[in-house]
Every structure is written in structure tokens, then in C-alpha cells.
């Protein structure tokens, strides 16, 4: 349907974004969304455990038992993965108000 779904979900996904938290500038957002694409290594959209493993354990050299805290802080719905929403809440960001609203902490 769309011509340029790509650069449109981005766009989307920007807005969205920057809307749903308190302070994230669209510079920021950038940086935060790069980061998690090069973890997302298969390109689903969410980081999954193994995703973070690799960056974790692999790349910063932390442990095993560190990714089990990470998973349980910041994957808020417990579905074994990271959302890009849930990775900006791990790197820092607040959600406004109504962010908070719609997705349960
Ligand atoms: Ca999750």
C-alpha cells in the first residue's frame, strides 16, 4: 500500500516516540534507535534474550546472571524480549503520564 513503508514507519515511530516520553529529544531518539537496531540482529523489531546476550555478554562483557537482571527490570510484559519502547525505558527515558497509562509497568 504504502510507497516507502520503511521511512514512513520511522517517521511514525519517531512521533510516536518522542510523544510517548517525557525527555527524548528526536537527536536522542535517533541515537537510542540506532543502538537497537544494531542489536536487533534479525531485524524483528525486538531484542530477544539472546539479542541482549550478545550485546551483554559478548560485547560489554558482562555476565549471564547481569542479562537475568536486565530481562527481569526491563521486560515489562515478560514476553523474553525487548521492545524498542522497553529499551528506551533501560536506556533512561521516562514515559509521560499517559504512557504509562497504556502500558502497564
Ligand atoms: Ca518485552
Known sequence: MANKPDERDQDILLSTAVAAFENLSEDEFGYVYSDFLSMDGDGSGKLSRKEVVDFLVTDSGCSEA?????????DK???NSITLIEFLMAS???RTQ???EEIAP
Open 92 to 94: 533512561g527515558y521516562s
Open 66 to 74: 547481569d542479562v537475568t537482571e536486565y530481562m527481569k527490570q526491563y
Open 98 to 100: 499517559e504512557m504509562r
Open 77 to 79: 510484559d515478560n514476553d
